[in-house]
């Protein structure tokens, strides 16, 4: 049976992002593995893939709150969990009771770089989402409602400090997660264990461990950390064979989450498990590393070398952290030691999360093909071992890269940010920088782009949609030249001409205006310039054409004039607009648009777009992977 829960749990994996694969990877298995069982083998599958499409929900006006975040609280009654956009989380305690007036259904991230929403409310049963004020909210009580308070410490640092370690998992934010995963939940185990040391049935400590899990899974909503520990810990218990240990969990966690897949909960612990199986004793340390990387880099796009090899002595730390932060809670006076750790322990922990960094897209294909590899060479010369793993990665980290000339229109909602990339980033331009409440897709893009330096940075104009990053950004990455006025930018990728509006009377008019060609593709960005602008800009350049136009003023009816359009005579027009109570695009442009039968791609439908432009070919892709030769 070892081999057929192996190979199933392999095979479910796969087919919750990709069935088809996994249906051809079922056909090579069947007809050629020993396998035993093949046709209940086939029908658990497809009753699988059936279950992976079907998320339990129902329509709910009540829950109690299971989940403390930095904006937003996670609502539970039953197994349907309700997501609450809040201004002030600090009002809220674990267990208050919410009241819901209308419920929205979770809408996709238009920029596919970015946290994915809807992976992560599969994964975590929430089938809703609300405005806080269309909710209600009735004062909890009980043990987690008095420890979310901070217990019999009342110190306002104190409370969120606890709060951020014991219930806070943004879903955005996973940048320092990895290293407690779970923790809390193994040390409890371990603590009963030695607790029990002195009674002879085991069952006894079983019973114990059961309880304690349980009620920690209704307190907490069941998070997918500690549901993939129970399922691990209730598997161990019975079967002790390391193997099929593995492939039973999986098969458990995924039959009952299928889209925890999809998570860094799911994904990290159990590729760390399948290293210890498939690598020798000889290699496990380098196993493990590589396969932390290439995780890590799945789920958050960033990864820290360094952070990767401190990380048993950051989860000591944690630990330690945690003990010390439940023992505070019901110890007066101790919380300001607490703090003091605290805050000096999480500082260590950004800034060497900040060290050694690398950056790029992961893919668990990826992930699987490196542990094939290295299961396929591990009785080879260690040498030769080492030298192997290298290459691959060094190869998959390049596949961050582009290959060719790529320009993309970034969503960030209601803003602007265009990104210029040369092969393999050896010149990397960005137009405007997107609103502040933003930037995490913007960060994202770049991470997922493997973009550590910024050649240029362009801002257009002095409004906070086009400009609202620049701080964050110069934080986070290296930028070598930031252009506030107009000049020319030239290197021997790139040549922007920049074309000056000597008569402008309004604020938008003043904006930025750049011209591009790649190859013998055109791009024209007009920021925000508006029709006054647009008529001086062809009278200036009666020879200025171009293929794909990024409308001024997010497709307003202020610019894009009919003069302006018949004159550049673009194939595709760029529109730059989130959800807006302005009526970008607006209808008038749209239908000058048809008109001409101009292309109109709007990120607020379309997501982030890309041009990949060489001498032989160019094309289009959006985020739904809508594919356009043109």
């Known amino acids: 049976m070892k081999s057929f829960f192996v190979y199933l749990s392999i095979l479910m994996w796969v087919g919750v992002k990709s069935p088809w694969i996994a249906i051809l990877l079922c056909v090579y298995f069947v007809c050629s593995k020993s396998i035993p069982f093949k046709p209940l083998f086939i029908l658990v599958l497809f009753l699988f893939l059936l279950r992976s499409n079907v998320q339990f929900c129902q329509t709910i006006d009540q829950g109690r709150v299971v989940r403390l975040n930095k904006s937003s609280l996670l609502v539970q009654n039953g197994y349907t969990k309700v997501m609450v956009q809040v201004q002030d989380v600090s009002i809220y305690a674990m267990h208050d009771r919410i009241k819901f007036y209308a419920l929205s259904p979770i809408e996709p991230n238009m920029n596919q770089d970015g946290f994915d929403p809807i992976d992560w409310a599969k994964a975590n049963g929430v089938c809703y989402r609300v405005a806080e004020a269309d909710t209600y909210r009735i004062e909890g009580k009980g043990f987690m409602h ?11 640092r104190f409370v969120q400090e606890i709060r951020a370690l014991l219930f806070q998992s943004d879903p955005d934010d996973m940048s320092g997660l990895w290293v407690s995963m779970g923790l809390i939940y193994l040390a409890i185990l371990n603590l009963i264990k030695r607790m029990c040391i002195r009674f002879k049935s085991i069952w006894v400590e079983h019973s114990i461990n059961i309880l304690v899990l349980s009620y920690l899974a209704y307190a907490l909503g069941a998070p997918l950390v500690l549901l993939r520990i129970m399922v691990a810990y209730q598997v161990s218990v019975f079967i002790e064979d390391r193997m099929l240990k593995w492939a039973l969990s999986i098969f458990i966690c995924l039959w009952l989450v299928p889209f925890g897949s999809t998570q860094l909960a799911y994904i990290f612990p ?3 498990q399948a290293v210890t199986l498939f690598v020798d004793k000889k290699s496990l340390k380098l196993g493990r590393f590589c396969v932390a990387f290439w995780c890590l880099l799945i789920s958050m796009k960033r990864v820290s070398l360094l952070g990767i090899v401190l990380f048993p002595i950051h989860r000591m730390l944690s630990l330690g952290l945690i003990f010390m932060g439940i023992l505070s809670s019901f110890i007066p006076y101790t919380h300001t030691l607490f703090s003091i750790i605290y805050r000096y322990l999480d500082q260590w922990f950004v800034f060497t999360q900040d060290l050694l960094v690398i950056s790029g897209r992961g893919s668990f294909f990826v992930l699987l093909i490196l542990v094939y590899v290295w299961h396929r060479i591990r009785n080879k010369h260690f040498g030769l071992r080492i030298v192997t793993l290298f290459i691959i990665n060094i190869l998959m980290v390049f596949i961050s890269y582009p290959w060719f000339y790529t320009v993309s229109m970034i969503y960030v909602g209601q803003g602007d940010a265009i990104l210029l990339q040369a092969p393999f980033n050896q010149s990397v331009i960005l137009i405007d920088t997107g609103p502040p409440s933003q930037y995490a897709n913007l960060k994202a893009s770049l991470d997922h782009r493997g973009i550590h330096t910024i050649d240029y940075l362009i801002i257009t104009h002095d409004d906070a949609d086009h400009n609202g990053n620049i701080v964050a950004l110069k934080d986070d990455y290296h930028i070598k030249q930031t252009i506030l006025l107009g000049v020319d930018v030239l290197n021997e990728w790139f040549y ?9 009377k309004e604020d938008n008019d003043r904006s930025l205006i750049y011209h591009v060609q790649i190859e013998t593709t055109k791009f024209l960005f007009m920021g925000d310039l508006g029709v006054a602008g647009e008529l ?7 020879e200025l ?5 990024k409308l001024g003023h997010h497709g307003s009816k202020t610019s894009s004039s009919q003069a302006f359009l018949d004159h550049v005579q673009a194939r595709i ?3 730059s607009a989130g959800k807006n109570s302005y009526g970008h695009p607006s209808w008038e442009v749209m239908e000058r648009l048809n008109q001409l039968t101009i292309r109109p791609v709007v990120s607020q439908s379309s997501g982030t777009v890309q041009i990949v432009v ?7 892709f959006d985020r739904f992977n809508h594919f356009t030769l043109f």
């Not at 922007?496 to 402008?504: D, G």
């Not at 054409?545 to 136009?549: A, E, I, N, Q, T």
């Open 146 to 156: 008095q420890l979310s308070q901070g217990g019999l410490n009342q110190d306002k």
């Open 270 to 272: 159990f590729s760390l």
């Open 496 to 504: 922007m001409r920049y074309l000056p509006i000597h008569e402008a």
């Open 536 to 542: 001086q800009l062809i009278k200036a350049n009666p």
């Open 545 to 549: 054409k171009s293929d794909v136009l």
């Open 573 to 575: 027009a760029w529109v």
């Open 614 to 620: 060489s001498s032989w070919f160019r094309f289009m």
